[in-house]
């Protein structure tokens, strides 16, 4: 039962339903939920907010890592890891070419997602990423500033026990409803490569 745009109440009867949605709003539209699934999905599980820039280069920095993660040192700063898209896989990028993706983390990309000045935060990204990856900043072809307000999941320690005992009582429990969300795994487009 629900109120549509016209402010008209509505009930349908279905079979069974597929609830894909954000984990909050999960929370409050499954209403066969226990209070511990309830809590657990409305205040554990959460999304990471990534501002992130993508670069074309004309010369590709020299790093042969795909990855390169943050460290305690560089944890400091805007970005939370590069990826070298061109290392991953062959015909990513024209030959001699290159495509990387800078990331946010996730408190920085909070602060300046609704910030209006692309360019901005692009320099902000390029010169962080810069030690990180030698060369990234040296033959741009173009950029490109993606915000992403709901990215993907965040884990924690205990997340992926929780997780489990979420999905063993959702499995004894519903039987006509089934979620389907990214916090049920690793998220990630780059694990498809």
């Not at 599980?45 to 795909?66: F, G, L, R, W, Y």
């Not at 970005?79 to 495509?99: D, T």
């Not at 205990?158 to 009582?169: A, C, D, P, S």
Request: net charge negative.
């Amino acid at each position: 039962t629900w109120v549509d745009a016209g402010g008209q109440t509505r009930t349908e009867t279905f079979a069974g339903v597929v609830i894909a949605t954000l984990p909050k709003g999960a929370a409050k539209i499954h209403n066969g939920l226990d209070a511990w699934r309830r809590d657990w999905l409305a205040t554990k599980v959460d999304n990471a907010t990534i501002v992130e820039c993508h670069v074309a280069m004309n010369t590709p920095p020299p790093a042969m890592a795909s990855t390169i993660y943050s460290t305690d040192i560089s944890n400091q700063t805007k970005v939370l890891a590069v990826n070298l898209e061109h290392r991953k896989a062959p015909g990513r990028a024209p030959a001699g070419k290159g495509i990387g993706t800078i990331f946010g983390g996730n408190d920085w990309s909070k602060q300046v997602l609704e910030d209006p000045d692309d360019d901005v935060l692009i320099k902000d990204l390029l010169t962080t990423a810069e030690p990180m990856v030698p060369g990234i900043t040296d033959d741009i072809a173009f950029t490109q500033l993606v915000r992403w307000p709901y990215s993907w999941a965040k884990s924690y320690p205990g997340y992926w026990t929780g997780m489990k005992e979420f999905n063993r009582l959702s499995a004894d429990n519903d039987h006509l409803v089934r979620l389907a969300g990214d916090y049920f795994c690793v998220t990630s487009l780059n694990v498809a490569t």
